[in-house]
């Protein structure tokens, strides 16, 4: 049973445009929900994460909106960049446990 | 200059033999982790430990073996007994096993069984 589920597999998106992921879970115990980008050979990284309490986060261009009614969150990136050209992957959290979704390869054409 | 590392970067195996990955940090948590991941799947917890001589199984434990003698180490064994061991693996860390804590992720060890 995957807990996490996240779409797309892929996305291309121009630079300068707006990239989407979305994310769904199941348990609704989980209490926190962050998103991590990582490069190739890289291990992940922490982008941003939102509590369950807060329906949207921003930090700079990343943006996490987040729905707890329908047990869905999803990130935005506005102003795409090539530099953001990695894999993003959603986790949900409890009692320092993360289950991760199974992750989405973000490429952004100049 | 804190933070994570894993040891060695890449790392070949012959069938049947065990092999242990290490994971050293200096950021004084209490928590770690292991995770695998391979192509197209996210991140699967393998164990996790949030205090010294202490851990729990996570998703896909079986083949796999943990310590957690220091509070700044956590290696992993793979044992001859994990079907499918080649991945790419990866420790982590966090201050406290509670969920808003950021883990911090070391770069990686490759494993390839020949």
């Not at chain 1, 869905?72 to 289950?99: E, N, R, V, W």
């Not at chain 2, 079986?62 to 003698?69: A, I, N």
Request: charged share 20%; net charge neutral.
């Amino acid at each position: 049973q995957q807990q996490v589920k996240q779409s797309p597999q892929s996305l291309i998106v121009q630079k300068g445009g707006i990239s989407i992921i979305n994310c769904a879970y199941e348990n609704t115990a989980f209490d926190y929900f962050p998103w991590y980008q990582q490069f190739p050979g890289k291990g992940p990284a922490l982008l941003i994460a939102i509590r369950p309490d807060v329906s949207e986060k921003k930090e700079g261009r990343f943006t996490i909106s987040f729905n707890k009614s329908a047990k869905q969150f999803s990130l935005h990136i506005m102003d795409s960049q090539p530099g953001d050209s990695a894999t993003y992957f959603c986790a949900a959290s409890i009692g320092g446990k993360s289950t991760f979704g199974d992750g989405t390869t973000l490429t952004v054409k100049p | 200059d804190g933070g994570i590392t894993q040891s060695p970067k890449y790392l070949f195996r012959k069938e049947g033999q065990n092999v242990t990955l290490s994971c050293e940090q200096n950021l004084n948590h209490d928590a770690m982790y292991w995770y695998r991941q391979d192509p197209g799947q996210g991140l699967r917890l393998i164990y996790y430990s949030q205090i010294v001589n202490d851990f729990q199984k996570g998703d896909i434990a079986e083949g796999y073996s943990v310590s957690r003698e220091k509070k700044e180490s956590f290696p992993l064994t793979v044992t001859s007994a994990q079907k499918n061991p080649t991945a790419f693996y990866l420790c982590a860390s966090s201050l406290a096993g509670t969920s808003e804590h950021e883990q911090f992720f070391g770069p990686g060890t490759r494993l390839t069984v020949l």
